[in-house]
Every structure is written in structure tokens, then in C-alpha cells.
């Protein structure tokens, strides 16, 4: 339980309202906290803040800056056969997971977030003869069932492939953006069978002229129209030769849930979730960047050159968004957590991931990034896992500390202070994490 009260008016509700008053009043000129200040911090807190000399102006406590803190706790949602998750929207279904429910190597079907464009489809009748097309820009259309696909025609892989919304980490930019305010919770890493797509590609004969793919899927559009697809994304054909881009038939060595695409999806691992099709009809293959729902404009993409937060935009100078930037995870400590008096060390433990890259280091810290303690950092039992990180640190005395982490992917690109290339909808964001811990 967060260990935050509501006082009359909080310094989260203060920030919002005016943050330059807010930080003349709270560090005045020398932007240094310091005397009253520091104690009022602490009283607001409701404990003393050992490193507090080393919080930086303008930053508001992570403890303050929840929305459990102001007695706004988040809205959690129970689906049947689910763990307990964030509510992100109720039309389309979307919900988060707690990022103390991302502790497992791989992660159940009863943790694993749900990300919707549409309705959920009527699950089929006999899902061995749901059938899928492959066809466009190919020199023999390939159409199967899932029968089929699992009939040892092509051969069955399984891997364990971390899928991740690209709006994951939404919520930390600023100003606000639009779509659901995810935390750091929109992200999975299940073991996943099924058949390469660059085997099927390579079955039909790929044209020369083929260079993207379109993905279809069954789920309605919100308004029932049938010719409305709910999302149709697609990418380029290097991805899809990828040896790790599955069409898969099974997660966790079961049948594909419903809510995840059963009995059919694509699973594009690293890059946005949304090109990972769930409840999958058809592939098609193009020679032109694919222009169906979710394609183009601002959708799923970022700008090139920075443009001012907050601004309007077309798209206009945008990319795809494609392999998905350096993140972590902290799954043994929830931000709130209250601690014994005398606690003088903190086990941490998490998981990191980098898109098409690997993690090279995670490290730590508990005095507001002044030092940093570098993690274990275990290697991903295959290519597109996710990393186990570990570690110890200690602590000086009782008081307010909070936990940092960030982790480093093998380019040497690091997780940034703040979520850095603003766009209007607010995909990208990889902001070094902050958890709350109140010994005593």
C-alpha cells in the first residue's frame, strides 16, 4: 500500500496547477532544498529525506508524483482468467500490468497486459480450420489452416519473444498525449510457437517488387462497420524475414487465449505491438509502405527532428516507429513500499529489454542519481527475451529513499531523465523509473 495520505492540497495538485510558483516556493532562488523547505518535504513525506540534498530542483517526489498520492489510486480490472490489472480504457478493452506482476522469465497468459484496437471476435467454432492467406506480391498465395500450420508442414519454433505497445511508457511525457497513459506495464514476455513467417514468405515466393507487408485481422471495428478494419499495420519485409517474427499457434505450450489472439496472431518481437496482429486472416505483400488503419501520419510514428511538446503535427517528418528503445523494470518493489525500521539494504530485481538490440548493463540507485551502482545483468536465453536484473543496495539510514534504474542496450543508447522526442501520441517514452521506499 502506498504510504502517501491526501493532505488539503498536495504538492502533485500544486505542480499542475503552477510549477514555477510551485518551485520558488519549495526550493526558492538557489533551486536548492534546503532548511524549511526540506523539512516540509519531509513532513509532506512523512519521513526524513537522507540524500535530500541531492533531489533536483523542480523534481517532485515519486511518492508525490503517483496518483495513489493524492487519493487517485489507479482502477484495476478483473477479467476472467486475469490477474488484477490497471484499467487503460474499457472501449476498446485495454489494461495494464502492474510492473510487480512482471517478476516471472515468462509471463503467464494471467499477466499479460491487453492492448485492443476493436471489439474481441466470437472465438471460432473449431479453431483447427480458422484459416490464414498469404498473397500480394508473391508467386504462389499460400492459404492454411491453423491445422495445417501445426501439421508439420513448415517447421514449429518456440521462443520466448517480449511484445511491447508502442505507447508504452505514455504517460511520462509532458505535456500529456493522447491515448491511453500507459506505465511501464504494457509489455510481455511469453514463450511463443508457431511457424516463421519468412518460411511461409519463401513458400510463396516473395516478388521482386515485394518489399512491405499488410496485416489483417477478424476483430470488429468499434462501430461494427464490416468494412472498417479496427487496425491494419504492416512493415518492411526485413522484419518479416526476421527469424523471430512468428506466426504462432500456441503461448505458453497452450492455445492461444482469446483476448490474445486466439487461434491465430503474428508476434513481431521488439517492435510495436500493433504489428503483431492478433486473431490473423491474412498477410498481404506489397510494394509500397502498407496504408491501412494505423499506418501513416502520427500513428505509430515519431518525428525525425524535435518538435515543440504539445504541438499540433500531420506526421510530416515523422518515421515509423519501429525496433522499440532501452527499458527496465522494477518487479520486487512496488513504488510505496513501506520497510521495517533498521533496513539498511534493498534486494532488487527486475526485468530490461532493448527492441533488436540486447541489454548491456542496468544500474541503481538511491541518493536521486548522484551514484549509480551497476546490476547483474543476465543474458536472454534467446534473441528478443527480456533480462533478468539484480542486484543490492544499501542504505544509510530510516527515511524516504527513492529507487532508480535504467538500463543501457548494446549500442550504448541509455534510458533518458525524462521521455525525450515528444509526439502527439506519445510513443517512445523510455524515462529512467522511480519507485518510493519509506524505511521505518
Not at 29 to 48: D, E, N, Q, T, V
Amino acid at each position: 500500500m502506498p504510504f502517501i495520505g491526501r493532505p488539503e492540497r498536495s504538492l502533485r495538485e500544486l505542480y499542475q496547477d503552477d510549477p514555477e510558483r510551485s518551485d520558488a516556493l519549495l526550493w526558492g532562488r538557489r533551486g536548492a532544498l534546503k532548511g524549511a523547505a526540506l523539512a516540509s518535504l519531509g513532513a509532506a513525506l512523512g519521513a526524513a529525506i537522507p540524500f535530500g540534498r541531492h533531489l533536483p530542483a523542480g523534481l517532485l517526489p515519486a511518492a508525490l508524483a503517483q496518483p495513489a498520492a493524492v487519493g487517485d489510486a489507479p482502477r484495476m480490472v478483473k477479467l476472467e482468467g486475469k490477474a488484477p490489472l490497471i484499467l487503460q480504457g474499457e472501449r476498446p478493452l485495454n489494461a495494464e500490468t502492474p510492473e510487480t506482476l512482471l517478476d516471472d522469465d515468462v509471463t503467464p497468459a494471467e499477466r499479460m497486459f491487453v492492448r485492443n484496437n476493436g471489439q474481441v471476435p466470437e472465438a471460432p467454432a473449431d479453431p483447427q480450420r480458422w484459416r490464414f492467406r498469404l498473397d500480394g506480391e508473391v508467386n504462389t498465395p499460400l492459404e492454411l489452416t491453423v491445422g495445417e500450420l501445426g501439421s508439420g508442414r513448415f517447421p514449429l519454433v518456440t521462443r520466448r519473444l517480449q511484445l511491447e505497445c508502442g505507447g508504452n511508457g505514455r504517460s511520462f511525457f509532458s505535456p500529456e498525449t493522447r491515448g491511453n497513459q500507459w506505465g511501464n506495464g504494457a509489455v510481455s514476455c511469453a514463450e511463443w510457437t508457431g511457424v516463421r513467417l519468412r518460411d511461409l514468405l519463401q513458400a510463396a515466393g516473395v516478388k521482386e517488387s515485394g518489399k512491405f507487408t499488410g496485416h489483417f485481422g477478424a476483430d470488429p471495428h468499434l462501430s461494427g462497420d464490416p468494412e472498417r478494419q479496427a487496425i491494419s499495420r504492416g512493415m518492411r519485409l526485413e522484419k518479416a524475414l526476421d527469424e523471430d517474427t512468428l506466426v504462432a499457434i500456441r503461448m505458453n505450450g497452450q492455445p492461444i487465449p482469446l483476448i490474445h489472439g486466439a487461434p491465430l496472431r503474428l508476434v513481431t518481437p521488439g517492435w510495436p505491438g500493433s504489428l503483431s496482429q492478433k486473431w490473423l486472416t491474412r498477410v498481404l505483400v506489397r510494394d509500397r509502405p502498407h496504408d491501412g488503419q494505423g499506418m501513416g501520419g502520427t500513428s505509430y510514428r515519431v518525428p525525425v527532428a524535435p518538435i515543440v511538446p504539445g504541438s499540433r503535427n500531420d506526421g510530416s517528418g515523422f518515421r515509423d516507429l519501429e525496433s522499440m528503445p532501452v527499458r527496465s523494470v522494477l518487479t520486487n518493489l512496488a513504488n510505496g513500499t513501506r520497510l521495517p525500521a533498521g533496513t539498511r539494504g534493498l534486494d532488487l530485481r527486475g526485468q530490461a529489454w532493448a527492441g533488436d538490440r540486447t541489454v548491456r548493463a542496468v544500474h541503481a540507485s538511491v541518493d536521486f542519481g548522484t551514484t549509480w551502482q551497476e546490476m547483474r545483468t543476465d543474458g536472454p536465453p534467446n534473441r528478443h527475451a527480456w533480462q533478468r536484473w539484480s542486484g543490492r543496495v544499501s542504505l544509510p539510514s530510516d527515511g524516504y529513499f527513492e529507487v532508480w534504474y535504467r538500463a543501457t542496450d548494446s549500442d550504448g543508447m541509455m534510458q533518458p531523465h525524462v521521455a525525450a522526442n515528444w509526439n502527439p501520441q506519445g510513443y517512445g517514452s523510455n524515462a529512467i523509473s522511480r519507485a518510493a521506499i519509506l524505511v521505518g
